[in-house]
């Protein structure tokens, strides 16, 4: 593979800077220029397979958020992302086939956060997923592209850890007996939503599909959440599992890689705060049953991930960045503990939510 330096992929954009390693997230690559108001990002080929259909979808979502904040006074170029095009034109640049980079503009004077600060900050957090949901209802969803099939089906989840206890590349399955009896005794009751949305009690919308509260942005200044990033997964989906994946990762006590498991607990009180947020933003359009499955898909969402994290590791590592050699082990195990205290906590989440429940549905 030849080598290319970053100022070659800059130039492509008509852009001189430094580029330096930024943000937490666990799939892309992502660089903050210098002295240079926009983001430069290496596009996960291996999870993403098809570039060309990310970049289109977050052209057209892009396009219709920015009508949508103009239309209601908002900063077009703050409460979304914007899409820099290349000196040809093109929304990204392929070096090769590995190889595919994409630039934003960056978001001045704003952070993300990877734990809540406050029960206030998760409550705005959820309005502004609530928020981009909305201004998405009514995006023609047929011309959004599946950029990962399958995202959300647990079910299919399940398989694809069952393939890699079946393969065990590395070796790894025995040592995990645990987690994947844990797994495994679950599995069961894991289509839930998924039969829902099959009868048409949870109607498909577009959505997010990806709602850690470090893909918000918010306002250095004021605090509030200006701008919903990581639009790569922007597909057809149901809301609860936007509403669920925030919970899994907000509503924890600690870190996603906490080792220590006597720290890693579900916060009712966030979930609570999360859930208000949410609800106040959807009440015009949520169904009784998306309301009656909120707590299962907190659950839900917590475990699909923590089987994602435990096949990747059983897998060798192959799909989520690692820090160090156990790191997806210990993220699996987190969100397993969050399952187990979520379950002990099922009674007092559906009480909340009946509380929350608006006078209408
Ligand atoms: P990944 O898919 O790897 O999670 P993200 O698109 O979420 O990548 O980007 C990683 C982080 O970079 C985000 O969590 C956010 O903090 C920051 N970020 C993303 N887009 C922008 C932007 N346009 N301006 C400023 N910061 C951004
Ligand atoms: C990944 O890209 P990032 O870090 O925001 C993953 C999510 C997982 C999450 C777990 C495309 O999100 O599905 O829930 O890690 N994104 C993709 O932290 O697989
Ligand atoms: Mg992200």
Known sequence: MMEINMKEILKQFNIDANANSYGDGHINETYRLESSPYLLQRINVDVFKNPHEVMENIENVTEHLRKKIVAAGGDPDRETLTVIKTADGANYYKVDDERVYRMYKFIEDAVSYNKVTSTKQFYDAARAFGKFQNMLADFPAEKLHETIVNFHNTPERVNQLLDAIKKDAVGRAKSVKAEIDFALERAGEMDAVLKA???????????????????????????????????????????????????????????????????????????????????????DVITPKELE???????????????????????????????YPEQNLDRARTQLKLVADMESKMDEMKQIIKELTPAKA
Do not use: Q
Request: net charge negative; glycine share 6%.
């Open 197 to 283: 949305m099959d009868e048409g009690t949870v109607p498909l919308r577009v959505t997010h599909n990806d709602t850690k509260l470090n893909n918000v942005m918010f306002d250095t200044n004021t605090g509030e959440p200006i701008c919903v990033v990581d639009l790569d997964t922007v597909m057809p989906g149901s809301m609860l599992f936007d509403y669920g994946d925030a919970l899994r990762f907000g509503a924890s006590t600690a870190d996603e890689d906490e080792k220590d498991l006597s720290k890693v607990w579900f916060d009712l009180e966030l979930f609570k705060s999360f859930s208000m947020g949410y609800i106040e933003e959807m009440k």
């Open 293 to 323: 499955l909120m707590p299962f898909s907190a659950k839900l969402l917590t475990y699909e991930c923590g089987i994602r994290f435990l096949a990747d590791y059983i897998n060798g590592d192959v799909y989520y960045k690692i820090h």
